[in-house]
């Protein structure tokens, strides 16, 4: 069973629009929600976080979106540069250490 | 950002053999340490997770025996494939975490390939 589910798979769009990366849990325990960005090759790099007890929060570019009633948050990166072409994904968190991923979506900005 | 550094970033080793690989936390201490298999068939597969205040715990379909784990301080922590075959594949990544909530860093990962 999936925890952690994310939409779209892929996503295109062209340099200074913004993108929209959807994410659905099913855990209520879950209180922590971390987004990870990974290039080709390398690591995930965590990018921007929320806590449940917020429902919005901005990193320049990047903000959540969180809505603890439906469950569902997204990450909407504002004039996306080619530069953001990078796979992103979700994560959740809840009273642990553990950590569980979503599937990930793949971003390309094209210019 | 907390830095993670994972030694070899690459290795190849024969089907049946086995392959050690390190996580070092640079300029802190790591309060857990978690290590994943990225394949792309799967997403991250947890394989192991431990806190400041817990042992080693594996996830099912992991064990001890094919994946034995040395986490001997705070900062650094070792993982060994045994008899990997083809189905071990992967980028397995060290995440560390940092502070009373684990917020998790990745290293760059260990990409195993098995011939």
């Known amino acids: 069973q999936q925890q952690v589910r994310q939409s779209p798979q892929s996503l295109t769009v062209w340099e200074g629009e913004t993108a929209i990366l959807n994410c659905s849990y099913e855990?209520?325990?879950?209180?922590?929600f971390p987004w990870y960005q990974q290039f080709p090759g390398e690591g995930p790099a965590l990018l921007i976080a929320?806590?449940?007890?917020?429902d919005k929060k901005e990193d320049g570019r990047f903000t959540i979106f969180f809505n603890k009633r439906e469950k569902k948050l997204s990450l909407h990166i504002t004039d996306s540069q080619p530069g953001d072409s990078a796979t992103y994904f979700c994560?959740?968190?809840?009273?642990?250490?553990?950590?569980?991923f979503g599937e990930g979506t793949k971003l390309t900005v094209s210019s | 950002g907390a830095l993670v550094y994972q030694y070899p970033r690459r290795t190849i080793c024969k089907s049946g053999t086995s392959m050690r690989m390190e996580c070092q936390a640079v300029?802190?201490?790591?309060?857990?340490v978690a290590w994943y298999r990225q394949s792309p068939q799967k997403t991250f597969e947890l394989i192991a997770l431990?806190?400041?205040?817990?042992?080693?715990?594996?996830e099912q379909n992991f064990t001890q025996e094919k994946f034995p784990i040395s986490h001997p301080n705070l900062s650094f922590s070792s993982m060994t494939v045994l008899n990997a075959y083809l189905e071990d594949r992967g980028l397995y990544l060290c995440?560390?975490?940092?502070?009373?909530?684990?917020?998790?860093?990745f290293g760059p990962g260990t990409r195993l390939t098995v011939l």
């Open positions: 300029g802190f201490q790591a309060t857990s």
């Open positions: 995440g560390l975490g940092l502070g009373v909530s684990y917020e998790q860093y």
């Open positions: 994560a959740a968190q809840g009273g642990s250490a553990k950590l569980i």
């Open positions: 929320i806590r449940s007890v917020s």
């Open positions: 431990s806190t400041v205040n817990s042992a080693i715990k594996y």
């Open positions: 855990n209520s325990a879950f209180d922590y």
